[in-house]
Nanobody
Framework: QVQLVESGGGSVQPGGSLRLSCAASTNIYGNGCMAWFRQAPGKEREGVATMDRDYITSYRDSVKGRFTIWRDNDKNTLYLQMNSLKPEDTAMYYC??????????????????WGQGTQVTVSS
């Protein structure tokens, strides 16, 4: 069983930045694919970014060039740096782990483990 705990969410103005962290209870290298998802009110949960064991990344088109995912295996932590935030980025952000397939288009059902989420609000 893998425990994932997100942190770093908050409220920022458009154009601002936030860094999300996801602390894992086990060695995240063993978790294979790790990902960030988000879910806005009334919408489906969608993939934002993924990183596999070989540090290969994938991003949904709307965040490319603005968001960066990376992992620190020594700290068992996954990160998401979010720059140039837009109001449409407002959502609950979730960390996920352990999927056979590792792209931002993979659905949430492919992942075995989830964190509780951290809220990101972008508003002026």
């Amino acid at each position: 069983q893998v425990q994932l705990v997100e942190s770093g969410g908050g409220s920022v103005q458009p154009g601002g930045s936030l860094r999300l962290s996801c602390a894992a209870s086990t060695n995240i290298y063993g978790n294979g694919c790790m990902a960030w998802f988000r879910q806005a009110p009334g919408k489906e949960r969608e993939g934002v970014a993924t990183m596999d064991r070989d540090y290969i990344t994938s991003y949904r088109d709307s965040v490319k060039g603005r968001f960066t995912i990376w992992r620190d295996n020594d700290k068992n932590t996954l990160y998401l740096q979010m720059n140039s935030l837009k109001p449409e980025d407002t959502a609950m952000y979730y960390c996920a782990a352990d999927s056979l397939h590792c792209t931002a288009s993979v659905g949430p059902g492919s992942f075995s483990y989830w964190g509780q989420g951290t809220q990101v609000t972008v508003s002026s």
